[in-house]
């Protein structure tokens, strides 16, 4: 139903299109209604990490963006938030490292 409210018919050949303002409120309204769903009963987890790598001014976007969609679904209290500096010389052994003093 709610893919049907973004459907027009075109005008020069009568098939459907999806129009683009009426598409993005029906995005709108599925995360919406999915981010309200999703805060749901997290008891069955005993912890959530989250592992970043701020960037070299200490600045963290990426974080600033995720811990209010955390807090969103009901997570925010639950994610430890778990900083590393970036190893740029070799970034598999920089995300093996990370994992692992997590997981220690």
């Known amino acids: 139903m709610i893919a049907l409210t973004a459907i027009a018919a075109a005008a020069s050949f ?4 999806l129009l683009p303002h009426a598409a993005r409120a029906c995005v709108a309204r599925h995360r919406a209604a999915a981010m309200e769903e999703a805060a749901a009963d997290w008891s069955f987890l005993d912890a959530a ?4 790598c701020p960037d070299d001014d ?3 976007p990426r974080l600033d963006r995720v811990l209010p969609l955390l807090r969103q679904v ?4 639950l994610v430890e938030v778990r900083s590393f500096e970036r190893d740029d010389a070799d970034r598999i052994r920089g995300c093996y490292s990370s994992h692992i003093s997590v997981l220690q």
Not at 49 to 52: D, G, N, R, S, V
């Open 14 to 17: 009568g098939r459907p299109r």
């Open 58 to 60: 200490g600045s963290n």
């Open 49 to 52: 990490y989250l592992i970043t």
């Open 74 to 77: 009901g997570l925010g209290d």
